[in-house]
Every structure is written in structure tokens, then in C-alpha cells.
């Protein structure tokens, strides 16, 4: 299945009115909602039109991003009214008064910021996945998520997979029973190569990075969190509980030019689920020539299971209808805001973000540990520094090499942690 036929149950919170005082953010029933932008790039563009096209008086007046490119591209495509030049542009769409819901694409390095300083603001946000690439970061958006229910806010990460009818009932069936008690499953994301960007003559570092984001680990996380976060959601979700203990390898092999920045081309990871050797294995390999296989497999005591199919006893096959989950999601999340119950899947977003970081930090270290200990004791804060010029000197950092590498905070080397 491709990565966005995976899902994890949201929640619906919260009812009543909209923040007191907020009253720009007023748009109960037929109210106008007026869009803010960040982030112009190609998903930035679709996830705004989708939006628009999720119910009557949807429109986008504000739009921003550094990179000057994207944001005329953005303002012609959208019809904004506004556009926010900068590294700074950020601020000036949140402090607009009109602005009542936000919608955040950049890369994922900077979603726990923005979306902590919209909440703040009294803005409803939408959130590409990732919602963080790092503990620091998932603590930020789990915290968001609290504040935004408290104000009657929507707080949506694109888990969009949440809003496909084949991988809702899948998961149900898994709940009810279908499968019997889940014990084991597997996860694999191998393909080509990622898209990689040559950085052109003149063009500064941390231009080129941003527009180059899948490449480097200081914005992405990694590809095991910007690209599987989806397949350990619905893993997540299938188990009913996070993963107790890690532990994985990966390397790379393949990105050997330099618009492949500092990124590992693969990994394999093992992580064990609470309960009496329930186990999973999850994989990722992106060198082209090689078998894709883009799929999950989830296994119980009566049967096994794949979106929208369960062999076994319970045998069945979806056969309903399908459709775009991208744009069902801006359907549902318009829907809520307007009846005053706010999607709210920050929490769940944060955990299964959680899961994919501590997961990396198991390839890259070839260390096994416990959640227990990685929470408690590791420091990491990948949330880039407020002060980021986009015409400031910053070369690509190094790979991070397995026995060089050490997590920001790990008390010992090498050792398995308890």
C-alpha cells in the first residue's frame, strides 16, 4: 500500500464556542474561513486548494514563505491578498487578524514552533506530518495539542489516512477482535531514490537546504521519520500501546552526490510492543534499481492483516468506495471547526512522531534502549535557532556515523539501556 494508506484513528474534542475574546476566530456556520499559509511549496499549494474546495466561504488571504519563488507561485495560485516575504513572514500571517485557520508545510524541522506559536495566536492549524523530528519537538506539539482543546481549537496533523474509509474499517476489525490478540508486524518503505536538489550557482546555504529538505537530517529527521511516521502510526494504532524498547541499524550506500546532504539511504529497525514477545520490524531502503515494496502487514493469534484486507477466520476484503483522504481530511477539518468540535489529533501525532524518532536514533546508534530511559534522559532539541538568516554560511553537517554519533544526552556508549 502506498505510505498514505495509513492511518490513526483521530479524535474529535472538544464543543461549544470557539476561544472567548478571539472573535476573528468565529466561523460557525455559514462565517468565512480565511486561510494563512506557510510554507508555498508544491504540498503547501495542494494541502490550501484542497482546503478552499472542503465547503462554501474557504478562501486563502495571506500567504509566506522565504524563498521568493514559492511565495509567487503561492500568491498566483491561491488568489492571496498577501504575501509575507522572509524568514520572518511566519509572524506577520499569524499576527493577521483575519487569519482564523493556518496551515503549516514547511519543512518538518520547524512544525513544533509554528504550531506552538499558533495555537498561541488563537489560530485552528493544520500540520503536515511529521509534527516534529525530535523529542523536544513532540513534547511542543503534545503541549500545543493540550492548549488547543482548552481554547476549542482544531490542531489537525496530516495523518490523512485516517480519513480513508478502507484503512478506518481495517482497523476497526483489528480492534473488534478479527485478528485475535496482535503479536507481530512488519513495515517496508523501499524505493528509488529520494528527490534530491542540486543547489544552483550563487544560491545561498540555507536556501538551497530548505529547498533540498527531504536531504538533510537537520530538517527532514531523517527519512524513518519523514517518510514512515504514517506506517508506525497505523502499527501504533493496530497495538493499541507505544513501543517499550528499540533496536535497529542503517547506513548509506547510495547518496554519494552532494545534493543528497547528510542522510542514510537505509534502515532496519526492531521494536518490541508491551506484552510477551510482540515484535515489529520496520525497514526503509532508498536506492534506485532495487524491488519497491511500500506495505504493512499486521499478524494476530487468528489471522493477519493489510489495509483493507484480513486473512483468516474473519476473512474479508474492503469493496466500498474510496477516495482522495488529502482532500477528505480539509472536508472533516472545516466540518469541525464549524460545529464547534474541533479535530484535535496533536497527542496521537506527537506519540507516533515520538516512536519514529526514537527509532531512528536506534538505527543510527545500532544501540538498543527503552522508551523509559530515552524519555527520561536523552536532551536532543532539533527546533532550529529563531535567528536562521536564509543568506547565512551553513554547510551541510556530516553524516552521522554509527560509533561516532552519540544522542544528545546518552549517559554511556554502547550499552544496552534499561
Known amino acids: 500500500m502506498k505510505r498514505r494508506d495509513f492511518l490513526k484513528t483521530g479524535a474529535m474534542v472538544g464543543a461549544g464556542a470557539l476561544t472567548v475574546g478571539l472573535s476573528q476566530n468565529h466561523v460557525y456556520g455559514a462565517d468565512a474561513i480565511k486561510i494563512g499559509l506557510i510554507g508555498c511549496g508544491k504540498r503547501g499549494i495542494e494541502a490550501a486548494q484542497q482546503c478552499v474546495k472542503a465547503g462554501a466561504g474557504v478562501s ?6 522565504p524563498l521568493q519563488a514559492n511565495l509567487n507561485a503561492a500568491k498566483t495560485a491561491l488568489k492571496a491578498s498577501k504575501a509575507c516575504p522572509g524568514m520572518g513572514g511566519c509572524k506577520e500571517v499569524l499576527s493577521d487578524a483575519q487569519v482564523n485557520l493556518v496551515i503549516l508545510a514547511t519543512p518538518p524541522a520547524f512544525h513544533p514552533k509554528l504550531v506552538s506559536d499558533a495555537i498561541a495566536a488563537g489560530k485552528n492549524v493544520f500540520v503536515e506530518s511529521p509534527a516534529a523530528i525530535c523529542m523536544t519537538g513532540t513534547k511542543m506539539v503534545a503541549t500545543a495539542a493540550e492548549q488547543a482543546q482548552q481554547k476549542k481549537l482544531a490542531l489537525m496533523v496530516g495523518l490523512q489516512n485516517q480519513y480513508d474509509a478502507k484503512v478506518t474499517e481495517t482497523l476497526k476489525r483489528i480492534k473488534d477482535g478479527a485478528i485475535g490478540t496482535v503479536l507481530a508486524a512488519q513495515c517496508h518503505l523501499n524505493k528509488g531514490s529520494l528527490p534530491a536538489v542540486k ?21 527532514s529527521g531523517e527519512s524513518i521519520v519523514s517518510q514512515q511516521t504514517h506506517q508506525l502510526d497505523i502499527i501504533n494504532s493496530a497495538f493499541g500501546a507505544l513501543p517499550d524498547s528499540f533496536r535497529g541499524q542503517g547506513g548509506r550506500v547510495n547518496y554519494r552526490a552532494p545534493e543528497f546532504g547528510n542522510i542514510y539511504d537505509h534502515m532496519g529497525v526492531e521494536l518490541w510492543y508491551p506484552g510477551k514477545n ?54 472533516e477539518l472545516v466540518k469541525s471547526i464549524r460545529a464547534g468540535q474541533p479535530i484535535n489529533n496533536g497527542k496521537q501525532a506527537a506519540d507516533s512522531t515520538l516512536t519514529a524518532v526514537m527509532a531512528r536514533e536506534a538505527g543510527i546508534t545500532r544501540n538498543k534502549f527503552n522508551r523509559s530511559f530515552y524519555e527520561a534522559k536523552i536532551t536532543q532539541n532539533l527546533i532550529p535557532p529563531a535567528d536562521l538568516k536564509l543568506d547565512a554560511a551553513k554547510p551541510v553537517p556530516p553524516v ?5 554519533y552519540k544522542t544528545p544526552g546518552w549517559p554511556g556508549g554502547g550499552k544496552k539501556r534499561r
Open 278 to 331: 510482540r515484535h515489529v520490524i520496520c525497514m526503509n531502503r532508498f536506492i534506485d534499481g532495487t524491488t519497491v515494496r511500500d506495505e504493512v502487514h499486521i499478524a494476530g493469534t487468528k489471522g493477519t492483516a493489510m489495509p483493507g484486507k484480513i486473512m483468516g477466520a474473519a476473512k474479508w476484503e474492503y469493496a466500498g468506495e474510496t477516495g482522495d483522504p488529502f482532500a477528505q481530511e480539509m472536508i
Open 400 to 404: 552521522m556515523l554509527t560509533g561516532k
Open 60 to 65: 486563502v488571504v495571506a500567504v509566506a514563505d
Open 199 to 219: 543547489k544552483e550557482a550563487n544560491e545561498t546555504d540555507v536556501a538551497w537546504q530548505l529547498r533540498n529538505w527531504q536531504c538533510m537530517t537537520w530538517l
